[in-house]
């Protein structure tokens, strides 16, 4: 599934038109990364829960030449998911 199908497919579920199923898939989106950024964490009760990790700088090799190289530190964004979801896929 795509951003456009799950668009029509809000659409369909709410009863609403694809535009506005897309301006709050937009809108939800954008929450979620400004959560995110402020280096919050967003739960979503049944889903899951989004939140930020710091990883640190390491050493890596690249795969062609076989040099090592210097990979910096940087914030992840990890999800777990929440028990309804698990369910639903098991």
Known sequence: MN??????????DAGISKAAAGKALDSM??????????????????FGSFSVAARAARDGRNPQTGATIKIPARNVVKFKPGSELKNAVN
Request: proline share 0%.
């Open 3 to 12: 951003k456009s199908d799950l668009i029509e497919a809000m659409a369909s």
């Open 29 to 46: 989106m954008a929450n979620v990364k400004g959560a995110l950024k402020k280096g919050g964490k967003l739960s979503l009760v049944g």
